[in-house]
């Protein structure tokens, strides 16, 4: 294969990172873009360049026939419609998480794929951060013995404004324990290596967005949660969620606690959202229960991939790997039935802040 030619569909904040991080790969170009709203459809053309054509409609862009492999980075609840089209196209599509905002969609585009044999990479950016990466393979190589409990904290802003404003309702986004953390409960199954049995949640929606109202709508999306969930092999994983904290120094910080040590990740926020843009250095702790001394070491990232995103050059690592299932096949690290189990978690979880009960998968 010659370079490989991208198509982007939904060309918004996500979109856009895409193609940024598209353009750090050798051999490689996107050849289209498709959104109806025209300011971001032409400003996302102009930024992938080499004469990129955009399309109002993405069924229009498929017509072309001009790609060999797909980015969907539109709005979450317009996902199912625009992934069944592609998958029956039989190429490699990256999706953006959450994949659908219902279990029930996820479920029948994993069931299309499989029938299709068409290879579907859930958009899991969170896993490729390279601090989270190290603290994984730390778990992995028994450097903390077994693993017992796994808590993540996200403290960060709110959710930026969008067009039509969508994310601010649950029925376009699934609710933000499936649209914001699914990434999460998709790291929470990776750590642990195990499946969820059961999930209690308590959250609410009590800073952000009260005072809006659209169409004589106002926002329902929540703000604030902590999520427990406890899976099949005993382990415990919590997260603690707060959108009105963007003081924070780190915006994550994951601990994955065993018998023998705990170890820490922590990952700053985007550049642009700190004092003066000034990227911030990852770093990773250790806490061995012998020792009782705290080893604590940084996390470089290339420049280059940072400034690319906003996802502390996670998108990069992605999509590098995408690029390799491209050209020479395979299956994908995320497969549609890891971007469903994740978005059943924070259904659960949601469901659970409604009803106050726990919800057992």
């Known amino acids: 294969m010659g370079k490989v030619r991208y198509g982007i569909i939904g060309s918004g904040m996500m979109g856009r990172e895409h193609i940024r991080n598209i353009a750090l790969l050798p051999g490689t170009e996107v050849v289209a873009v ?67 905002t219902t279990v029930a969609d996820c479920v029948e585009l994993a069931r299309q794929a499989e029938a299709a044999g068409t290879p579907v990479w859930v958009a899991m950016e969170y896993r490729y951060m390279e601090p989270v990466a190290r603290m994984i393979e730390e778990v992995r190589s028994g450097a903390i013995g077994r693993l017992r409990m796994l808590t993540i904290r996200e403290h960060r802003y709110p959710f930026l404004s969008k067009v039509g404003h969508w994310n601010r309702f649950n029925c376009q986004t699934g609710g933000t324990l499936v649209e914001k953390c699914c ?105 061995p229960r012998a020792t009782k001394i705290e080893q604590r070491w940084p996390v470089e990232v290339d420049r280059t991939i940072l400034a690319a995103g906003d996802h502390h050059g996670s998108t990069f690592h992605q999509h590098k790997r995408f690029l390799d299932l491209v050209r020479h096949g395979g299956r994908p690290e995320v497969s549609l039935e890891d971007g469903t189990k994740a978005v059943a978690i924070g259904a659960a979880a949601e469901e659970s802040v409604r009803t106050g009960q726990v919800v057992l998968l």
């Open 183 to 287: 990434h999460f409960f998709d790291l929470m199954r990776l750590v642990t290596g195990a499946e969820a049995t059961r999930v209690y949640a308590s959250g609410g929606r009590d800073v952000n967005f009260l005072e809006e109202s659209y169409e004589g709508r106002s926002p329902d999306v929540l703000d604030n949660a902590f999520v427990v969930v406890d899976f099949d092999n005993g382990v415990r994983a919590a997260l603690d969620l707060c959108m009105f904290a963007e003081g924070s120094y780190w915006q994550e910080a994951i601990a994955a606690t065993g018998d023998l040590a705990k170890i820490e990740a922590f990952v700053p926020g985007p550049a642009r959202f700190l004092p003066g843009g000034k990227e911030r250095v990852a770093e990773i702790a250790i806490s």
């Open 34 to 100: 498709a959104d109806p709203d025209e300011g971001m459809r032409e400003s996302a053309a102009r930024l992938a360049g080499n004469e990129t054509k955009a399309f109002t409609n993405y069924r229009d862009l498929l017509s072309a026939d001009p790609c060999d492999a797909f980015v969907v980075a539109a709005p979450n609840h317009q996902h199912a419609a625009i992934m069944r089209d592609l998958i029956a196209l039989g190429k490699p599509v990256l999706c953006e998480k959450p994949v659908c």
